[in-house]
């Protein structure tokens, strides 16, 4: 909840703070080249503070003062949760860190983000779930698949919404 709630801030208040984020320039100089994306998206991992945009239909990373930090070469980007980022090329998903460099293959149909070391990934039209590493821990056997929170996601599987444990068990 505390995460959804930090996104939704962040997405309210991410385009008023990109706006303002402007170098100044000494009279008579050139003032420093800005790239202003045509979508500034509003998901970011605070503690380096990369937010995804998008450039001509590519997607990449910027930090706090619109400095381009990842070039935009990705066909999507999402935004950094627990040091990685789900990004799509040649529609594939896989994961970067926050100096670009693929550490999760792209080979998967959909992909989110991380939460409690685990993130919801799509293989074969089934959601199941990755490690850091890029594991399967989770088998892809539901039809939807959210987030871990506390201990536990909720998932679909023939109709039904329930929730199970980190191990794949299902739970009250």
Do not use: H, Q
């Not at 990842?70 to 100096?99: N, S």
């Amino acid at each position: 909840m505390k995460k959804m709630f930090l996104l939704a801030c962040l997405t309210a208040l991410a385009p008023l703070l990109l706006t303002s984020c402007g170098g100044d320039s000494e009279e008579g100089s050139p003032a420093e080249a800005v790239v202003t994306p045509a979508k500034p998206a509003a998901t970011a991992l605070p503690e380096v503070g990369l937010f995804n945009f998008e450039e001509n239909g590519k997607w990449g990373y910027w930090n706090w003062e619109k400095r381009i930090i990842i070039p935009p070469t990705y066909d999507r980007a999402e935004g950094f949760f627990e040091g990685m980022a789900a990004v799509m090329l040649d529609g594939k998903w896989g994961y970067i860190d926050w100096t670009g460099e693929m550490v999760i293959p792209p080979t998967f149909e959909w992909a989110m983000y991380f939460s409690e070391g685990m993130a919801p990934v799509k293989i074969g039209g089934k959601w199941g779930y990755i490690n850091r590493e890029g594991d399967v821990v989770i088998e892809p056997l539901y039809s939807l698949a959210n987030d871990f929170t506390d201990g536990r996601a909720e998932v679909e599987m023939n109709g039904k919404r329930f929730y199970i444990d980190p191990a794949g068990n299902p739970v009250d």
